[in-house]
């Protein structure tokens, strides 16, 4: 199993940049693929992006296409958010999860199919 762990969020102005980074313990990294989420306070947690297991391709929420990058680095255990041109509506907890490759569909954007979760990252931009 892999126990994620977010770091690198943070307070940032209207059209700032954050990168999260997401470090995940345990051997058998390269047996999961990753998925980055976010919940805003009141609001259920959302889908921001993850990747295929069998292609590599990323997947974007509509919401973040074009600003948000997703990346992995195996020999580091990591993975990344690269986020820019942040708004205010971006604010929120951001959550690195872990599914094992293999099952299901190739990428997925429910948490429910997510096997390991990290405890999150604060982002607030300002307006």
């Known amino acids: 199993q892999v126990q994620p762990v977010e770091s690198g969020g943070g307070l940032v102005q209207t059209g700032g940049s954050l990168r999260l980074s997401c470090a995940a313990s345990?051997?058998?990294?390269?047996?999961?693929?990753m998925g980055w989420f976010r919940q805003a306070p009141g609001k259920e947690r959302e889908f921001v992006a993850a990747?295929?297991?069998?292609?590599?391709?990323?997947y974007y929420a509509d919401s973040v296409k074009g600003r948000f990058t997703f990346s992995r680095d195996n020999a580091k255990n990591q993975v990344y958010l690269q986020m820019n041109s942040l708004k205010p509506e971006d604010t929120a907890v951001y959550f690195c999860?872990?599914?094992?490759?293999?099952?299901?569909?190739?990428?997925?954007?429910?948490?429910?199919?997510?096997?390991?979760w990290g405890q999150g990252t604060q982002v607030t931009v300002s307006s």
């Open positions: 999860a872990a599914r094992r490759r293999g099952q299901g569909s190739s990428w997925s954007r429910w948490p429910r199919e997510y096997d390991y």
């Open positions: 990747e295929s297991w069998t292609s590599g391709n990323t």
């Open positions: 345990g051997r058998t990294f390269s047996s999961y693929a």
